[in-house]
């Protein structure tokens, strides 16, 4: 995954938050040791942000030297990506466990070769956050008249080729798409797609950045079978995540007064 610089905002970290996020943080070393091994043996994608977030690429962790205090992370195949990440003051990790947010903060990266390949290694971090994935409210959307969100995705041809899929569910940290089982081979965990156009009834079209955090093949009630993708918002701007809010509260406002209206 290539360095990306075309970000519309800088993402604001929850990690930087501890008025709001401090009850998430985690100080003990053997709780951060238990996540960073977590990390480790499922070959997590890691989100590597540069300084304030604008620019970032995709690692996993490679190994941790607790001797030494240290983690291994793999470098990136782009070398501006690699000089970006020695040059930043400020490094911030996020990747999804378990569905689980977890997010960690180094002071910096320094670059060595281990068996001939590139890795970066930074000290162990003394606090990560572990932020719930349940703390964003998440909404169905109606089946009837379903919001949709337009991807580009890459095509053998070396363009793109553009798929619009109806959502199956919206949060506040990301969306589910529905979407045909034959588009299953066009995604990868872990692979970002920029200015997505996420269609928001009331608030017209926005431009969202999503990751790919899963991949599933469901079969629906009456058996046939559908692709169902998870997606989490990167770099999302408070005043989009403020759009889909409102459209979630508006969602539940209106549940709650069709099941009063049954009782």
Do not use: W
């Not at 008025?19 to 053997?30: D, M, Q, S, V």
């Not at 970006?84 to 911030?92: D, G, H, M, P, S």
């Amino acid at each position: 995954m290539t360095l990306a610089q075309n970000e519309v905002s800088v993402p604001v970290f929850e990690i930087d938050q501890p008025a709001t996020y401090g009850k998430y943080l985690l100080h003990n070393r053997a709780e951060i040791l238990i996540h960073l091994r977590a990390l480790l043996k499922h070959h997590t994608l890691i989100t590597v942000y540069l300084d304030e977030g604008k620019e970032f690429f995709l690692s996993t962790l490679l190994s941790i030297d607790e001797d030494s205090k240290q983690l291994i992370l793999d470098g990136s195949n782009h070398a501006t990506s690699n000089d970006a990440a020695l040059k930043a003051a400020r490094i911030t990790l996020s990747a999804p466990l378990e569905r689980v947010k977890i997010q960690i903060r180094l002071p910096g990266l320094s670059m060595t070769t281990i068996d001939g390949k590139k890795v970066m290694i930074a000290p162990l971090p003394t606090s990560i956050l572990r932020l719930q994935r349940r703390e964003f409210f998440r909404v169905k959307t109606p089946l009837l008249t379903p919001l949709r969100c337009k991807l580009a995705v890459p095509n053998p041809a070396g363009g793109h080729t553009v798929v619009d899929y109806p959502l199956f569910d919206l949060s506040g940290g990301g969306i589910s798409l529905l979407g045909p089982i034959r588009d299953a081979d066009l995604f990868s965990l872990g692979e970002l797609f920029h200015d997505c156009r996420l269609e928001i009834p009331g608030e017209s079209v926005l431009s969202v950045n999503l990751r790919v955090c899963e991949v599933l093949k469901i079969e629906m009630v009456n058996g046939e079978q559908q692709l169902r993708l998870g997606c989490e918002f990167v770099s999302l701007p408070g005043t989009r995540l403020a759009f889909i809010e409102r459209y979630i509260t508006r969602q539940e406002r209106e549940r709650s007064l069709r099941s009063a209206g049954q009782d």
